[in-house]
Each structure stands twice: as C-alpha cells, then as structure tokens.
C-alpha cells in the first residue's frame, strides 16, 4: 500500500510545524527571564501572587510546557510514521511506529537541551530530557491503550435508517 505524496505532507506537515515551534522555544527570546516578565504581570493581576511564589509556578508552567509539547510532537511523529511506513495488515498501531516516533522525540529533546547549552539565557538539563522523553514514552502508551480498547470494542452494528416506505406500509 502505497500513499500519494500529498498525504505524506498532510501526515508530515503537522509534525514539521511542531518541530519549528519546539525551535523557536528553544531560543533566547523564550527563556525564563524573558517569558517571566509577561507571565509575571498577568498572574499577578490575575491571582495576585506574588514574586517568590511566582517563581515556583513559573517553574511548572514551563515543565508543563515541556510535558504538552514533547507529549504533542511524540504523537505527531506517530501519525506521520503509520502514513510513512504502512503495514501489509494495516493494524491501528505498530510498535514499528512507536518506537521510530518515541527515539525521534527523544533524539529532539536531547537536541534541543544540546542547543540550549550554548545559549548564555538558556541552560540545557539531562532532567528536561527525561522528563521530555517521559512525555513522548506516555503518549505512546496512551495511543497503544486507545488501540487496545477499540480493539476490544464490538463493531457498532449499523441501525437501520427509516424510510418512506417503512412508514407507509
């Protein structure tokens, strides 16, 4: 089975995109201090935290930020591979799959903490790599849960639909 190129894009294109902004996270203009001194004003016109406080949410915002964005491209990358690497049998999941788009989510993860080390704002941490590769290993999981329960589901037999005639007669 063989797929057009216009639907490797449209398996692709959403991971391409993911990855860009991943980038463009990974820069100085996304640092703590920077981003710290939006988040700061508006949370403390929000919730009215304060300063030192602030720093402790500032900082699971960010590993939240970590956990949605390597969980997000793990599935990305999951998709982009079934539409890449498709099976004779055509099964809802392969570990094939799961384990190309996991190693490449971590691959990611490792790059960009590499990339932050040379930042003089940014400081690259063997912990965000765990806890990226974490992320990407979990939705993983959660794709492999979906499929089992699908699986396990009986088919939905098709309701009849009424018809004109149904009524008449």
């Not at 860009?20 to 001194?37: C, H, V, Y």
Request: aromatic residues 14%; hydrophobic residues 50%.
């Amino acid at each position: 089975m063989i797929f057009s190129q216009e639907k490797l894009w449209k398996a692709w294109l959403p991971a391409f995109i993911w990855l860009g902004l991943i980038a463009f996270e990974s820069t100085s203009l996304l640092s703590s201090d920077n981003t710290s001194r939006i988040l700061y004003p508006v949370l403390h016109f929000i919730t009215g935290v304060n300063a030192v406080r602030f720093e402790v949410w500032n900082y699971y915002i960010r590993k939240c930020g970590h956990v949605v964005g390597y969980f997000t491209l793990s599935l990305l990358l999951f998709g982009a591979w079934r539409a890449t690497l498709p099976l004779a049998t055509a099964p809802k999941w392969s570990i094939q799959w799961a384990r190309v788009a996991f190693l490449m989510t971590a691959l990611v993860a490792c790059l960009d903490e590499w990339h932050q080390t040379y930042l003089s704002s940014r400081t690259g941490s063997f912990h965000d790599v765990v806890l990226d590769s974490s992320s990407a290993g979990m939705a993983q999981v959660l794709i492999f849960v979906c499929f089992l329960i699908r699986r396990s589901l009986p088919p939905s037999s098709a309701t009849p639909v009424a018809t004109r005639e149904s009524f008449t007669t």
